[in-house]
C-alpha cells in the first residue's frame, strides 16, 4: 500500500530550541496534514496543507506542501515543555476518502 | 459538542476471549474510521465507513476482526477470538464530508490481550 516516510523517528532537543520534521512520499498527494498527539490522547489536527507550495503558519508552527507534492515539513520555533508529544504527517491521495498516516516523531525536549 | 466517544477506555483480557470496541461519532458527521496504534505500525486505517456502509476494509487484519455502522451515531469494532498480538491502541474518527479539518480522533481505546 501507499507509504510516508516521516523523518527523524524521534528528537531531543533543547527547550527553545527550533524543531524541523518532514514526510516523503512516491506517491503524489493532494492534501498534507500535519497533526499531534499528547500521551493518552488522540490525534490532533494542527496544520491542513491543500495546494503545492502552500506554506502556512499557526503560531509557532509552519508547515510547506512540497511543489512536487509528494513531500512536506514541519517547523516548529522556540519549542516549549508542552511541544513534547508524537508528531504525525497525513496524506490524502486524489479523489480517495482516507488519509494515510506517516509514523509519527517523537518529540523530547529537554529541559 | 462531546466530541468522539469511545468506550471503553482501557480493556484487559485474555486470548481467546471476544473484545467489542464503540465509538459515537460527532452528530451530523458521515464518515467515520477506526484506526488502530501500534509501536511498530504506527497508525494504521482499519475500516471506514460512510453515511453507515462501509467502504473500505482492506486494512481488517483478518476474520476475527468485524466492524459494524447500524446507524449513524454508533459504531463497533468486535475482536472475536482476541489474541495477544491484538494488544494495541485502537481509534475512531468521525468527519464531515471531504473537509479533511473536520476529521476528529477519539481519546483511543487500549486493548491488552493477556
Known amino acids: 500500500g501507499q507509504q510516508l516516510n516521516q523523518s527523524p523517528q524521534s528528537m531531543f532537543i533543547q527547550e527553545g530550541e527550533d524543531v524541523s520534521m518532514n514526510c516523503t512520499s512516491s506517491?503524489?498527494?493532494?492534501?498534507w496534514l500535519w497533526y499531534k498527539q499528547d500521551p493518552g490522547e488522540g490525534p490532533v489536527l494542527l496544520i491542513a496543507?491543500?495546494?503545492?507550495?502552500e506554506l502556512t503558519s499557526n503560531g509557532r508552527l509552519t508547515a510547506q506542501f512540497g511543489i512536487t507534492r509528494k513531500d512536506s515539513f514541519l517547523n516548529i520555533s522556540a519549542s516549549i515543555p508542552s511541544d513534547v508529544g508524537i508528531y504525525f504527517c497525513a496524506g490524502q491521495l486524489w479523489r480517495d476518502d482516507k488519509i494515510i498516516f506517516g509514523k509519527g516523531t517523537r518529540l523530547h525536549i529537554l529541559p | 459538542d462531546a466530541g468522539v466517544i469511545q468506550s471503553p477506555r482501557h480493556e484487559v483480557t485474555e486470548m481467546g476471549q471476544e473484545v467489542t470496541l464503540r465509538c459515537k461519532p460527532i452528530s451530523g458527521h458521515d464518515y467515520l474510521f477506526w484506526y488502530r496504534q501500534t509501536m511498530m505500525r504506527g497508525l494504521e486505517l482499519l475500516i471506514y465507513f460512510n453515511n453507515n456502509v462501509p467502504i473500505d476494509d482492506s486494512g481488517m487484519p483478518e476474520d476475527r476482526f468485524s466492524a459494524k455502522m447500524p446507524n449513524a451515531s454508533f459504531s463497533t469494532l468486535k475482536i472475536q477470538p482476541s489474541e495477544p498480538r491484538d494488544s494495541a491502541v485502537y481509534f475512531c474518527a468521525s468527519r464531515l464530508g471531504q473537509v479533511q479539518e473536520t476529521q476528529y480522533f477519539g481519546p483511543g481505546t487500549r486493548l491488552l490481550v493477556l
Open positions: 496543507l491543500y495546494k503545492a507550495g
Open positions: 506517491s503524489i498527494f493532494n492534501t
